[in-house]
């Protein structure tokens, strides 16, 4: 069954639009709206309002949620049934195109981060848990115990359609993601879930997600559910889990990456194969692990049913960079001296350390 809630970011929007400033009827664009509930059709979120996730927000199958450069979205307080998070249900889709010199940013209430007036964030990577993050629901394969190409994102509402992910469309698009910030999140969402910076489900590689910062999150960074999207240019920094945390049989490309552990990270990668009869194929290429300040932290795990490739991998520990080699047998390892990733195509993100 489907359910469908107004939102009241229509109605907000309804209000704000009555209101007319002289004699030419010139209409006033709101400084800021409130998101709730399932935004029922295409929407278009621009960089001269600030707009302030109020619990879960849903973008439905059909719909389309377009955020324009620049743009800031703040989250309110709450966990479990009342986190506030951004959901793209299978069918739905995100265009969120930021660039180097105006980067979407999503964080939590108590950001003061102001682009427009040059204000940086005074939050720091200490602050974290804060909302939910970004869960993208997809129609790509999966790889489950029971054999079922579909289920429900555990912490999400499992009566609910938009909640499911998985199905056998390796080009499934659900948007894009370029030059977005996903700060201060990871809060507990349900029985056994906490949220991520970005939870990327079932996701097919027709999605673009590329140039994408994640900084301060209480569980991982980036974490994958089978699908075959490919990700291109991520930084991770300061997660309380792992930077990268891989399961259900993904299927892709993870290229140019950085992952920064502080010292309440577990690990830099951790991977699981898949659940079922299909293991899945991961490549990670181009990578930084940055350990320093995590002591005696593992840059990478890989379980008995991971398969894969990693390729010019490299771990800094403060002492020396050193080529990361895998321990497992079904995960190959190539470091042919190529240089690593260059820190310096993040520069675009100023984060507070």
Known sequence: MTHFYTSKALLSSLLFALVLIGCEGTIKTPSEIIIS?????DSHWTANTV????????????????????????????????TSMLVIAKGGKINAKGTA????????????????????SSLSSEDVGLWGGIIILGDAPISLQNGDDETFYTGLNPNTEASYYGGENTDDNSGVLEYVSIRHGGVFIGTGSESNGL????????????QVEIYSIQDDGLEIFGGTVNVSNLFVH?????????DEGYTGTIDHFIVELSNESESGIEISGGKGNSVG?????????????????????????????????????????????????????????????????????????
């Open 199 to 210: 939870t990327l489900c079932g996701v097919g590689n027709k999605t673009t997600i590329n």
């Open 238 to 246: 300061a997660c309380g889990d792992d930077g990268i945390d891989l």
């Open 281 to 353: 194929n991961f490549n990670l290429t181009n990578g930084l692990v940055d350990i320093k300040s995590a002591s005696n932290k593992a840059p990478f795990s890989a379980d008995e049913k991971a398969v894969g490739s990693i390729s010019n991998i490299s771990v800094d520990n403060g002492e020396a960079i050193e080529a990361f080699q895998s321990e497992s047998s079904e995960v190959s390892s190539n470091n042919d001296g190529k240089s690593q990733v260059d820190k310096s195509i993040f520069s675009w993100t100023k984060i507070k350390a």
């Open 101 to 120: 010199d105006k980067p979407i940013i999503f964080t939590s209430i108590n950001d003061d981060i102001d682009l427009k007036n040059g204000k940086e």
């Open 51 to 82: 707009y302030f996730l109020d619990q879960q927000v849903t973008v439905p199958s059909g719909v389309s949620l377009t955020i324009d450069a620049g743009t800031i979205i703040k989250a309110n307080p709450g966990e479990a049934s009342t």
């Open 37 to 41: 509930g399932t935004i029922a059709q």
